[in-house]
Structures are given as structure tokens and as C-alpha cells.
């Protein structure tokens, strides 16, 4: 079981963001919060993916920098935690056995929020064991307003998109896509993820060609 300075046991709702963040940027933060404050979580754990099924790992920065990219960007925020659980997991990492491992490690009377954009709820049906997902987990989809999520029923079918909860935030424009281009051309990111990260990416000269 991950020591991250809290009991598992304690919750009663356990937040759960995961991704790739290379880099995390505050569109993660600011969903998270949302997400945060909708549910009542006691605690939001961000879960950088160690080789996830649906990118190429080779195209990823080092597990190490993207983890402490994300300490740097949550360490301020109570409630805020990362885990390693994915990036200590050989082969690749599949959301059904996380989720799985949680749940054991919070008991089962803990319920567990499983926080993806929208994107990613409309490409549920390509991952593994996608109803286990839902049964394991509840799934919410984040929106800016104005986004159309009328197709998640179409893509799902009605039986999965009933399971999932929509929850429309408003985040910054912004992309880890973006950031790493930016980088590379010589433009600021300033504003577009905490500072320290900002930093960090300068002192070890990430995304630079």
C-alpha cells in the first residue's frame, strides 16, 4: 500500500484524475478543484499513467520529471496527492487494475470518483474491461460549457452513458500539447501551469528541440 501521509481507510469519497501530464497545467487543477468542491471528495488523486495503452510511450518525457511536475503543482493544495501507483506498475497500466487496487486499499465503504474530460468518456467503449469501469467507479465526464457532450448516448448507448455523470467546469484554455509547443518555439507559458512547474521545465530544459 502507497504511503502518501494520509490513512486510506479515512475516506468516504476518493477523487481520482489520471493522465499523462507531461506537463500538468491548470486545466488538471482547475477540473480537479471543481470536481472536488461538486463531490465533497475528501481527497483527489492525480495518477501520472506509466505506459498507457492508448499513446506512445516513447513519445513521453521520463516518468520521474512528469511526477514531480505534478508534486509541484499540487504540494499547495490540501487535499492534492500524487500517486505513483501506475508509474510502479510494469507493462502497461490499465485504469480497471488501478481502480481495483484502490478500492482495496480504501476499503469498501469508500466510493470512487473516477474524473476524465469528455474526450475520454466518448472513447470508454476502447478500453479494457469498459463496464467493470463503470461498475468499479463513479465515472464523471468534464465539459467547458458549451461543449456538446449530446453524443456521449450515441457513442456509449444508453445503458453505459446512464452510469456516467456529466459535470461542465470552467477551466483554461489550455493543453499540455500547447505548453510542450510552446517550449519548443521559445514562447512563454507563464500563466499556463504553476509556476514551479514552469520552472522546472526551464532548469532541465524540457520539450526544448
Not at 481520482?16 to 470536481?35: K, N, Q, V
Not at 463531490?39 to 492508448?54: E, K, M, T
Not at 473516477?114 to 468534464?142: C, H, K, N, S, Y
Not at 459535470?167 to 501551469?193: H, K, M, N, W, Y
Request: overall charge negative; glycine content about 8%.
Amino acid at each position: 500500500m502507497e504511503q502518501l501521509g494520509f490513512q486510506w481507510s479515512s475516506m468516504s469519497r476518493l477523487g481520482i484524475i489520471g493522465g499523462t501530464f507531461d506537463p500538468i497545467h491548470g486545466g488538471h487543477l482547475a477540473a480537479a478543484a471543481a470536481a472536488q468542491q461538486h463531490y465533497l471528495l475528501d481527497r483527489v488523486l492525480f495518477i501520472p499513467s506509466g505506459h498507457p495503452p492508448h499513446k506512445n510511450s516513447s513519445h513521453i518525457s521520463p516518468a520521474r520529471d512528469r511526477y514531480l511536475m505534478a508534486l509541484l503543482a499540487t504540494c499547495n493544495t490540501t487535499g492534492f496527492h500524487v500517486s505513483q501507483v501506475e508509474l510502479m506498475r510494469e507493462g502497461t497500466a490499465y485504469t480497471i487494475d488501478t481502480l481495483r487496487l484502490l478500492q482495496s486499499w480504501v476499503g469498501p465503504d469508500c466510493r470512487l470518483f473516477f474524473i476524465v474530460g469528455a474526450d475520454m468518456a466518448l472513447d470508454l467503449p476502447t478500453w479494457r474491461e469498459p463496464d467493470a469501469i463503470l461498475a468499479e467507479a463513479q465515472v464523471v465526464a468534464l465539459s467547458r460549457p458549451g461543449y456538446d457532450l449530446s453524443a456521449l448516448e450515441g457513442v456509449l448507448e444508453p445503458a453505459r452513458s446512464a452510469q456516467i455523470e456529466t459535470l461542465s467546469v470552467s477551466t483554461p484554455d489550455v493543453s499540455a500539447t500547447e505548453i510542450r509547443r510552446r517550449v519548443a518555439s521559445g514562447q512563454s507559458i507563464a500563466g499556463l501551469t504553476p509556476d514551479a512547474v514552469r520552472q522546472y521545465i526551464a532548469a532541465l530544459h524540457l520539450y526544448s528541440i
